[in-house]
C-alpha cells in the first residue's frame, strides 16, 4: 500500500474559529502580512503572481476572516491588507526519536514534582513536534500571557530594575539562573532553563514561551512595545539560552 502524501499546512485562529491553510500563495501572503502591511502590487511584486490571480485568493481570505483590508490614504483606489487572525502553528515532519524523549522525561522526572511540571511543559513542547505539528506561534502568545501577569507583581520601570526583578522571580520559582550578558541591547542568558540541558535537538529553540514571557514583562513595565529580535540555544548539551531584547514597533 502506497503511503498517501499529505500537503504542508499552517493555522490561523479566526473569530469563528481554526482555518487550517494549504495553498502556497495564500501561506505565501498570510507571512508577509505577519511581518507588515501590504498593497496588492506588493503582495503581487512579493510572491511573483499577477493581480488579478491574487484578488480572487485576498477576496477569499477577507470572507474567511483571515485578513483585512482599508484605503490607502494616499491614493483611495488602493487598498491596503493586514492580518486580522493569528497564526498558531504548521505542520512539520514527524519524529519518532521525540516521542520517546517525551517517555524518558516523564519516566524520570516522576517523584520529584518540580522537576516532573518543568517535563510536562516540555514534553508538550516536544510532543507535539513528535507528532507533526509546530506550535511555535502559540506558545510564544501563551508566554506573553504569562509574562502580563507576572509584570503585575512587578514595581520596577527601569531596565536594571525589571532586570533584577526577572532574576529574583525565576530564582524562585525554580525557572533557571538568568545573567546580564549586556545593557545595549538588553541581552540575558538563561541557564538550566526548564531543564532545557536535557532536551534533544529539534533544530531550533525550545524557548518560545520565555521569549513570549520576557517580551511582556519589559513591555507592560517599560510602557513601550518590547521584542525578543534575537534567541539562541548554545553550550554544552544545550544548557543556556540567550535572549536580546529590543524596542520593538
Same mark, same amino acid.
Given at each position: 500500500?502506497?503511503?498517501?502524501?499529505?500537503?504542508?499546512?499552517?493555522?490561523?485562529?479566526?473569530?469563528?474559529?481554526?482555518?487550517?491553510?494549504?495553498?502556497?500563495?495564500?501561506?505565501?501572503?498570510?507571512?508577509?502580512?505577519?511581518?507588515?502591511?501590504?498593497?496588492?502590487?506588493?503582495?503581487?511584486?512579493?510572491?511573483?503572481?499577477?493581480?488579478?490571480?491574487?484578488?480572487?485568493?485576498?477576496?477569499?481570505?477577507?470572507?474567511?476572516?483571515?485578513?483585512?483590508?482599508?484605503?490607502?490614504?494616499? !491614493?483611495?483606489? $488602493?487598498? /491596503?491588507?493586514?492580518?486580522? &487572525?493569528?497564526?498558531?502553528? #504548521?505542520?512539520? =515532519?514527524?519524529?519518532?526519536?521525540?516521542?520517546?524523549?517525551?517517555?524518558?522525561?516523564?519516566?524520570?522526572?516522576?517523584?520529584?514534582?518540580?522537576?516532573?511540571?518543568?517535563?510536562?511543559?516540555?514534553?508538550?513542547?516536544?510532543?507535539?513536534?513528535?507528532?507533526?505539528?509546530?506550535?511555535?506561534?502559540?506558545?510564544? !502568545?501563551?508566554? $506573553?500571557? /504569562?509574562?502580563?501577569?507576572? &509584570?503585575?507583581?512587578?514595581? #520596577?520601570?527601569? =531596565?536594571?530594575?525589571?532586570?533584577?526583578?526577572?532574576?529574583?522571580?525565576?530564582?524562585?520559582?525554580?525557572?533557571?539562573?538568568?545573567?546580564?550578558?549586556?545593557?545595549?541591547?538588553?541581552?540575558?542568558?538563561?541557564?538550566?532553563?526548564?531543564?532545557?540541558?536535557?532536551?534533544?535537538?529539534?533544530?531550533?529553540?525550545?524557548?518560545?514561551?520565555?521569549?513570549?514571557?520576557?517580551?511582556?514583562?519589559?513591555?507592560?513595565?517599560?510602557?513601550?512595545?518590547?521584542?525578543?529580535?534575537?534567541?539562541?540555544?548554545?553550550?554544552?548539551?544545550?544548557?543556556?539560552?540567550?535572549?536580546?531584547?529590543?524596542?520593538?514597533?
Amino acid at each position: 500500500m502506497t503511503e498517501k502524501k499529505t500537503d504542508a499546512f499552517d493555522v490561523y485562529s479566526t473569530t469563528t474559529g481554526l482555518r487550517q491553510i494549504s495553498n502556497p500563495v495564500r501561506q505565501k501572503i498570510l507571512s508577509e502580512l505577519q511581518r507588515r502591511d501590504l498593497s496588492l502590487s506588493e503582495i503581487a511584486q512579493l510572491t511573483g503572481k499577477a493581480q488579478s490571480t491574487l484578488s480572487v485568493h485576498l477576496d477569499k481570505m477577507v470572507k474567511e476572516g483571515l485578513i483585512g483590508y482599508r484605503d490607502d490614504p494616499d !491614493d483611495n483606489r $488602493r487598498k /491596503i491588507f493586514y492580518l486580522v &487572525s493569528r497564526p498558531v502553528g #504548521s505542520s512539520v =515532519v514527524p519524529r519518532e526519536d521525540l516521542m520517546k524523549h517525551v517517555e524518558n522525561t516523564i519516566s524520570k522526572s516522576v517523584g520529584t514534582p518540580s522537576t516532573f511540571l518543568k517535563g510536562v511543559i516540555r514534553s508538550i513542547v516536544i510532543g507535539m513536534e513528535a507528532i507533526g505539528f509546530n506550535m511555535d506561534p502559540v506558545l510564544k !502568545d501563551i508566554g $506573553r500571557q /504569562i509574562g502580563k501577569e507576572i &509584570s503585575k507583581r512587578m514595581k #520596577s520601570d527601569t =531596565v536594571e530594575g525589571i532586570i533584577g526583578e526577572v532574576k529574583e522571580f525565576f530564582k524562585i520559582h525554580e525557572l533557571g539562573e538568568v545573567n546580564v550578558y549586556a545593557l545595549h541591547p538588553v541581552t540575558l542568558i538563561i541557564k538550566d532553563e526548564y531543564d532545557c540541558s536535557k532536551a534533544p535537538d529539534v533544530g531550533k529553540t525550545l524557548c518560545l514561551m520565555n521569549e513570549g514571557i520576557l517580551e511582556a514583562i519589559f513591555e507592560t513595565r517599560m510602557g513601550m512595545p518590547a521584542r525578543v529580535t534575537k534567541a539562541e540555544t548554545f553550550g554544552s548539551s544545550y544548557n543556556f539560552c540567550k535572549y536580546v531584547i529590543e524596542p520593538g514597533l
